[in-house]
């Protein structure tokens, strides 16, 4: 069980037995069939803020008891808006591992496997209802000129407005600028920060990367704009960067984050600013939830290595809430499913986090 929402889950498995397969949960049934590789589906139609039970079926056996869980509640009040973000797709990237390394089996339209997994996250994260596309940094391996427009393309054709922030590997030494290819395309790209304002929410897009560096930078004045654009829609925001907030101050992972010096001030400054906000980063390829620090920060994974996700936010009048859903389509979760196994299965432990980590409901500060 990958994700779970206030009225479906999503379900993943490397393999299923041969012959039909039935997956049941609060009254919702999917029959699949199997014997192929990896897979998933979603069950809809589920009670909100329930405890339900997975159960299942497969061909010639008793029915079983797969996963007890919890639906989420939604936040409180109205749905206002619907949004979603990719972040750390890497077009252009050719293998994965930091012992041995990986290689692409070859997609069935031999498209390489950042391409397959990338056209895949905007694709499902628009039909689950984004009616705007946020993507965190790192769109391209190495930020050369092809890459950008590959990436370009694929964001273009979204059919959603999309806003997009660079991260590391796309300003690296040899880089050359994405944001004229990005905007050719009709993807917002630009400068410094700058905010968009969605139904019931405003989205702060800041671009946290030193050039030629991995590591991230925000010096003060740029931190009092981050947070003086968080204040300024008059409601909850969301600020979406790539780099991470390192919570301390030598980096305890790899790669470094935003330095923690910064990373605090930044976020005393947005608690200060504006309680009402919830931070997203990529970066570091993992799920992760910060719980401790003055503003809610929600680390996402990457669209290209397991699990390989994408992550929707519901806004409601009285809070946010978010889903973190694998990258469904087979040509990608094929690939996906592989990188698991990176470092022995520790990547694929590391990566996911919990379940927690990946899907919360986050009421909004009381009244400012
Ligand atoms: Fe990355
Ligand atoms: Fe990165």
């Given at each position: 069980m990958f994700a779970v929402e206030d009225t479906s889950v999503q379900v993943c498995w490397d393999r299923l037995p041969p012959g039909a397969v039935a997956l049941e949960a609060g009254g919702s049934r999917v029959e699949v069939e199997g014997g192929g590789g990896p897979g998933s589906v979603s069950l809809d139609g589920l009670p909100p803020d329930a405890a339900l039970e997975l159960t299942v079926t497969a061909h010639g056996q008793p029915r079983r008891r797969a996963r007890r869980f919890r639906t989420l509640p939604p936040p409180?009040?109205?749905?206002?808006s619907r949004f979603a973000t990719v972040n750390d797709l890497h077009i252009g990237e050719r293998g994965f591992g930091l012992v041995q390394r990986l290689h692409d089996d070859g997609g069935p339209d031999g498209e390489p496997y950042p391409v397959r997994c990338a056209r895949a996250a905007v694709r499902e994260a628009v039909a689950w209802g984004a009616d705007t596309l946020v993507a965190k940094g790192d769109l391209t391996w190495s930020g050369r000129p092809g890459q950008w427009e590959t990436i370009a393309g694929i964001l273009g054709s979204a059919g959603v407005p999309v806003h997009a922030v660079p991260g590391n590997h796309d300003t690296g030494r040899k880089s050359v600028e994405g944001g004229p290819v990005l905007r050719g395309h009709g993807v917002d790209m630009r400068d410094g920060e700058w905010a968009v304002d969605l139904a019931g929410i405003r989205v702060v897009m800041v671009d946290s990367t030193w050039r030629g560096h991995s590591r991230g930078e925000l010096d003060e004045a740029r931190r009092a704009r981050v947070a003086a654009l968080a204040a300024g829609g008059g409601g909850p925001a969301f600020v979406a960067l790539h780099h991470y907030p390192q919570p301390f101050r030598l980096p305890h992972m790899y790669p470094a984050g935003l330095p923690a010096d910064q990373a605090r001030a930044l976020l005393d400054a947005l608690a200060a600013a504006n309680p009402s906000t919830l931070v997203a980063t990529g970066h570091s390829h993992r799920h992760r939830v910060h719980r401790r620090t003055p503003v809610r920060v929600a680390e996402v994974g990457a669209t290209l290595h397991y699990p390989g996700t994408w992550a929707g936010y519901a806004v409601h009048e009285g809070g946010i809430r978010q889903v973190v859903r694998r990258v469904a389509a087979p040509e990608a979760m094929a690939w996906t499913e592989r990188t698991r196994r990176v470092l022995g299965g520790l990547w694929g432990w590391w990566a996911s986090g919990r379940l927690a980590d990946r899907c919360f409901t986050l009421g909004w500060a009381g009244p400012r």
């Open positions: 409180p009040g109205r749905l206002l």
